[in-house]
């Protein structure tokens, strides 16, 4: 199956390799169920506390549970087989011209399915195969327009449209169907106007969705809290010299956050410090010229060539004057 040009049929995929061989017993559900209606609040706290409550499941730590003779190699292989999730996230996103927001929502579902599911490391399709699904979804919830599943590059193997689609079906009841995911980027707007009132919000916002960006390579996304790294990369944006003093000052804004919370926010705000001093890039190439309502991004993971990609981010979800709608 790895050989180039290799075609992956649903009948030879359920015949060679069942799905239990790699996942565990599925029910059947419906597709129509993946669309929920959205919900709408004029009152901004109201809203945030909202996505507050949403985030349970998030910075648990719960990870599938190895066996001690195989957890190296499989740590070991997980982590490579998702850092290439993540490229193939992020520069598919370029390609196709999907918003970055839909690429992130991708690896959330990636790391959201992997933390109640094992893939064996010998079947290396299976991670593509959850890879081009997890994006497909996310396009379906963030996307005006859908390319058909055909057109999604995966590289070595080609899967039959419902073989995708069949992966979707799996990965949405892993899921619950809880599909509206929570992810840093809805709290940009709100944690600048809370933190940074003095501001232009839409510099931070362009500064801080980058660190968001990057810190997806380092960070499982199911053992952090999204409202936590938003707080940190918007941090990060404003002022790279903040002291844990002026943190608290600054987060004692959110009333219902703890020493707990400024904890995890102060280790995120250092780990993007640490990525600045690898990888500095200058702030000027963040901005966008030829849209106002736009911003474009370095894409961090593209190596295919000598010049860099763009990804881009549309700033109108964190628009204030924009209605409020749960995910």
């Given at each position: 199956m790895g050989s180039s040009g290799t075609f992956i049929s649903l009948s030879s995929l359920m015949c060679e390799e069942s799905e239990a061989s790699f996942f565990e017993d599925d029910e059947n559900t419906s597709i129509d169920s993946l669309y929920n209606p959205s919900f709408v609040l004029d009152d901004e706290e109201e809203y945030i506390e909202y996505l507050f409550t949403q985030e349970m499941g998030?910075?648990?730590?719960?990870?599938?549970?190895?066996?001690?003779?195989?957890?190296?190699?499989?740590?070991?292989?997980?982590?490579?087989?998702?850092?290439?999730?993540?490229?193939?996230?992020?520069?598919?996103?370029?390609?196709?011209?999907?918003?970055?927001?839909?690429a992130y929502l991708s690896m959330t579902y990636f790391d959201q399915f992997l933390s109640k599911r094992s893939i064996d490391e010998s079947k290396p399709w299976a991670i593509k195969l959850l890879s081009v699904a997890c994006l497909s979804l996310a396009a379906k919830m963030e996307e005006q327009n859908v390319p058909p599943l055909f057109e999604y590059p995966t590289e070595e193997y080609r899967f039959e449209s419902k073989v995708i689609k069949n992966m979707e079906l799996m990965i949405l009841s892993t899921l619950e169907w809880k599909m509206g995911s929570v992810t840093p980027f809805h709290y940009l707007h709100y944690f600048v106007s809370k933190f940074f009132p003095e501001s232009r919000p839409e510099i931070i916002i362009i500064k801080a969705t980058e660190h968001i960006v990057t810190m997806v390579k380092d960070i499982n996304l199911m053992?952090?809290?999204?409202?936590?790294?938003?707080?940190?990369?918007?941090?990060?944006?404003?002022?790279?010299?903040?002291?844990?003093?002026?943190?608290?000052?600054?987060?004692?804004?959110?009333s219902s956050w703890g020493n707990i919370e400024r904890g995890h926010v102060f280790s995120c705000y250092n780990l993007i410090q640490q990525k600045r001093n690898i990888v500095k890039t200058p702030s000027s190439n963040l901005l966008s010229t030829h849209s106002s309502s736009t911003c474009v991004v370095e894409n961090p993971f593209d190596t295919s060539s000598g010049t860099k990609r763009k990804l881009t981010f549309e700033n109108g979800e964190n628009s204030p004057r924009q209605k409020l709608h749960r995910p």
């Open positions: 998030f910075g648990s730590q719960s990870h599938h549970v190895l066996s001690s003779n195989h957890v190296c190699s499989k740590r070991l292989w997980l982590r490579s087989a998702r850092l290439d999730a993540i490229h193939w996230f992020f520069n598919t996103q370029v390609k196709i011209g999907f918003k970055v927001h839909t053992d952090q809290r999204p409202s936590i790294i938003a707080s940190a990369a918007v941090m990060a944006a404003f002022d790279a010299t903040l002291t844990r003093n002026g943190m608290d000052y600054r987060l004692s804004a959110i």
